[in-house]
């Protein structure tokens, strides 16, 4: 299974546009990138999913480069309810998905 | 659809006392999952099932747990005896798209004294 890195927490004012980055150097080719959101209290929740260059959805954008060596989540102006924690994730189709610590998002006003 | 729905929401218990944690899937889904959840250790797969059938329990922790999935609309996991340890949020998730997007429970905050 392709390990992940991504930061372990990032904080962010209202209104901005957050960017997390995730490291996957050993993706293997049938892998897809695959992000979930985790509020406190909830089960995480999927958010996007891409192979490569670019995915948009109406909660966020994914940005995959040519080498697919990492990912990057973009969020469009966070608001305080964005708050929560985020995970990348590499799965391929016959394997289960396995979560990682993620990155916890503070919006601050 | 209601979703994935789980019970009891909250569980707290005496070490030593068996414990049982329940799921409904979501309604047509084929893949059901049982994860834990501590601050520790994050957010661990214990097994996961498919067409009522268990697929892998590796990251079942010991003989302590077990889990059954007697039809397609319901799951257990069952801790006994269980142990202070084993104070976690257990999520139960579903998935239709193999072992694609998964449809996580509220899950299960269980507290062994």
């Known amino acids: 299974l392709a390990k992940t890195t991504q930061p372990i927490s990032m904080d962010s004012y209202e209104g901005q546009e957050v960017n997390i980055t995730c490291s996957h150097n050993n993706i293997a080719t049938n892998d897809y990138i695959t992000w979930y959101q985790q509020f406190p209290s909830q089960g995480p929740r999927f958010i996007i999913q891409g192979y490569k260059t670019k995915v948009t959805n109406e909660v966020a954008s994914l940005f995959i480069p040519a080498d697919r060596k990492s990912s990057t989540l973009s969020l469009p102006r966070v608001s305080l309810s964005d708050t929560a924690v985020y995970y990348c994730l590499v799965r391929s189709g016959n394997t289960p998905l396995v979560f990682g610590k993620g990155t916890r998002l503070s919006v601050i006003a | 659809d209601a979703g994935v729905i789980q019970s009891p929401r909250h569980e707290v218990t005496e070490m030593g006392q068996e414990v049982t944690l329940r799921c409904k899937p979501i309604s047509g889904h084929d893949y059901l999952f049982w994860y834990r959840q501590t601050m520790m250790r994050g957010l661990e797969l214990l097994i996961y099932?498919?067409?009522?059938?268990?697929?892998?329990d590796s990251g079942m922790p010991e003989d302590r747990f077990s889990a059954k999935m007697p039809n397609a609309s319901f799951s257990t996991l069952k801790i006994q005896p269980s142990e202070p340890r084993d104070s976690a949020v257990y999520f139960c998730?579903?998935?239709?798209?193999?072992?694609?997007?998964?449809?996580f429970g509220p899950g299960t905050r269980l507290t062994v004294l």
């Open positions: 998730a579903s998935s239709s798209l193999g072992l694609g997007e998964q449809f």
């Open positions: 099932f498919n067409n009522n059938v268990p697929i892998d």
